[in-house]
């Protein structure tokens, strides 16, 4: 079988690939190391933020506005939860960079976004201190993409447009003749007219193949869950509430 596009790395970005690249009716190969949503990915894990107003950069927010746009697209056609409106509190320092770009961001976009003064934001969520020296803003019309279901759903779509699927493949081998992509897997190879790389951290693994090397950095990112004591804590508005501290990166969910 000769594909019009293979994507090797199945995860968030490779499977909507799939599913979009599909549905244009394009003949389309997925292969991914594992069977995502799985555990060794970026994806891991029930939940991930979804932010308009962005603290790393302007440039970031129409993107932000277009996936929130696909996003609720896809939510709709399915009746599938993927997303939850929670809202945003992102807290630190007023001339941070970080909290200076939001409110740039929500300026120059006409974002909604309330900025909070430490107190403000106890009396919103009681169970939230936050340093006087810091200030909170809250961006309503964001919050929480339920990501595995997210993979789920995108895979479920891909394979109804046709899309094939090889999951628990390996990829042993990658070259680009004459305008072909030629795929070597264990049980032998694949050829394709285009090829997407959307491996997250075996990416520097895949591009050795082309003889290609990125600058890119491997950084482990863990979690950890905090249990409470006090029914206090629960902001009374909210399941999740993600919460994004600015001080040391790191980013809170009530679960
Ligand atoms: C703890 C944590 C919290 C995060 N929080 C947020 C957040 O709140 N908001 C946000 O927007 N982003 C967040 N991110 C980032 C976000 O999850 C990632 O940017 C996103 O999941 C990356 O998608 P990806 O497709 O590049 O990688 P992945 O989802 O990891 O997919 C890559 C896929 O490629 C496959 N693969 C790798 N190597 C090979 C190979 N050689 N052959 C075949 N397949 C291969 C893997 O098996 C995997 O399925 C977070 C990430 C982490 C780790």
């Not at 976004?113 to 107190?119: F, Y």
């Not at 290609?212 to 869950?225: A, D, G, H, I, Y």
């Amino acid at each position: 079988m000769h594909y019009d596009v293979i994507i090797i790395g199945a995860g968030s970005m490779g499977m909507a690939a799939g599913y979009y690249t599909a549905k244009k009716g394009k003949k389309v190969l997925l292969i991914d190391a594992y069977d995502p949503p799985h555990s060794e990915g970026s994806h891991h894990g029930e939940s991930r933020i979804i932010r308009h107003a962005y603290g790393e950069g302007l440039s970031y927010v129409p993107m932000a506005l277009r996936a929130q746009e696909l996003w609720d697209e896809l939510q709709e056609s399915t009746n599938e939860l993927l997303f939850s409106k929670t809202g945003v509190l992102t807290v630190g320092a007023p001339e941070s960079e970080f909290i200076l770009n939001i409110l740039k961001s929500a300026d120059t976009h006409s974002l909604t976004v309330q900025k909070l003064t430490s107190e403000e934001i106890h009396d919103k969520w009681s169970g939230f201190l936050v340093p006087d020296d810091m200030i909170g803003c809250f961006e309503e019309n964001s919050g929480v993409l339920f990501s595995e279901a997210c993979i789920r759903t995108y895979k479920n779509l891909a394979v109804e447009n046709g899309a094939v699927l090889k999951m628990n493949t390996k990829v042993t081998g990658i070259s680009i003749v004459d305008g072909t992509v030629t795929v070597e897997i264990e049980q032998g190879s694949i050829k394709g007219n285009s090829l997407i790389i959307a491996t997250g951290k075996g990416t520097p693994d895949i591009l050795a193949f082309l003889g290609l090397t990125l600058p890119l950095q491997l950084v482990r990112k863990t979690f950890s869950w905090l249990s409470q004591t006090k029914v206090s804590m629960v902001p009374i508005d909210s399941r999740h509430l993600p919460l994004n501290f600015q001080t040391s990166y790191t980013t809170g969910f009530r679960v």
